[in-house]
């Protein structure tokens, strides 16, 4: 019998980019992840299975991901991205030949390799990356959770509407690309808040109670979520243990708990996660920032020292991979197996250590990490002592054995929402605040249930308001790691919200509004189309509560 259970959960997501830049920000961003992390992951689960590894991996795929990977408009520019790389390695072979750099000349050769085998097997799985992954989920080795329809930062939306209707939506985009609704969910940025007072991001409109987002998000249906470490041991060592099972939430005022939380273990993802002691910045292993040319540039070198700058970079040497990635795998299930017998140990319970992590972690910024998952995965499942679990599983077989009630926080820097909202942020949220006010007024007083047009003007609305909500525009403005871009696309769906409201207003006064637009207005309005692809199936139902 094992002793305890290990739940690997990888949450994956990418901005809306679709349509709107392509490099340094924008569809590149969603390329590079197909082709370094989505499809090596497939790759993996498919290569644990042929060699009957049993896998279990929990994996969030947000809507807007979903939504993207399955139009069509991503399948075609994703063909050609491969095929650019496949061409741009090429001509780097040829070069480094000419310059007689045999082992750069190697790399390249690697790389050109590397990219027609994804090429490969994108056509093989008829360019439906959510589809493959519906089949292993299909299979039992995948447990598939949802979220907010755009990411949207939950606890800071001024209306509950509008959590409703991010989650609706996210519900319905899961269930339309993926057949089936999740019973669990990745809550954007493992962002929470109980029942009770509420301070809104700014010093604007009412504070007033406010319900918790567990109760908010359990009426959609939805059974379980993930949290920080903190969030269940508040700080205090003696509460550890709550790392180490589910716990039902009593975030609602004393009404009966509706979810349950799991908790990721601090100590082991900081094996993985931290850039200063994680695997991922030993020396060995492909250096992510140098490239050899700024766009298409591929990378032939290796961290060398995490210290280091870019110029005094080694060469990347793929041989001395497999011995590093085994020290590393090793010592990683050492250790998962080393918490579960403490926690044996001290309470005589079969406990879950959960491992949660950004998907992209995975192959895209640590280019080794799927041959790491790999052998984790085959490692632990060969282990008699482990149980590989989803988390679904496990709440069906084991369930939560204590009630909590959570505090505000998140999985961000300092453990609260200071990313998200902050005096540099102060008027990003007026407005995003002014534009829920102003979508639930129209929604109210609008008669659109007996007038398509002006319900169709509407929709579009919702769309650009769910857009505008996303927390990776606060999150890349706080983080300098693109604020043009977050300024700008914030800006652009802004603009395109009031745009669309103002046509309703005129249209609910002017039935014939529509035909009297000018030219610029329609111009508008046709690229407000172009641009925005995804989400078509908007309905103005989702914000009531």
Known sequence: MATG???LVLHGHMPYVLNHGIWPHGEDWLYEAAAETYLPLLSTIEECNFLNGNPRLTIGLTPVLLE????EHFKQGFDKYLRDRIEQAGKDRKGFEKENQAHMAWLANRWEEFYTKLSEQFEKISRDIPGEFKKWKNNGSVQLLTSAATHGYLPLLLEDSSIHAQIRAGLNSSNKILGFKPEGIWLPECAYRPAGHWNPAISWGSSGLRRSIDELVGQEGLTHFFVDDHMVTYGDSSSIHNVHSPVRVNGNNGKDPVMAAFARDPYICRQVWCGFVGYPADGVY???HKRHNPRQGLRYWKVTDRKSDLGQKDMYYPDDIPGKLYQHSSHFCREVKRRLNEYKNQTGKHGIIVACFDAELFGHWWFEGPAFLKDVLLTLAADPDVDLTTAENFLHTSGPDKTLHLPTGSWGEGGDFRVWA????KWLW??????ETEFGKLTF?????????????????????LLLQASDWPFVITRKQAPDYGIKRFIQHVSRFDMFTDIAKRLNENPKYLSELNEL???QMKEADMSDVIFDEIDLNWWNC
């Open 5 to 7: 259970s290990f739940c």
């Open 68 to 71: 993207q990977l399955a139009h």
């Open 286 to 288: 492909l250096e992510f």
């Open 422 to 425: 902050n005096d540099n942020l």
């Open 430 to 435: 007026e407005t995003e605040y002014r534009c």
């Open 445 to 465: 007083n609008l008669k659109w249930q007996k007038n398509a047009k002006l319900r169709k003007i509407l929709e579009k609305a919702g769309r650009e308001l």
């Open 521 to 523: 207005e329609k111009l």
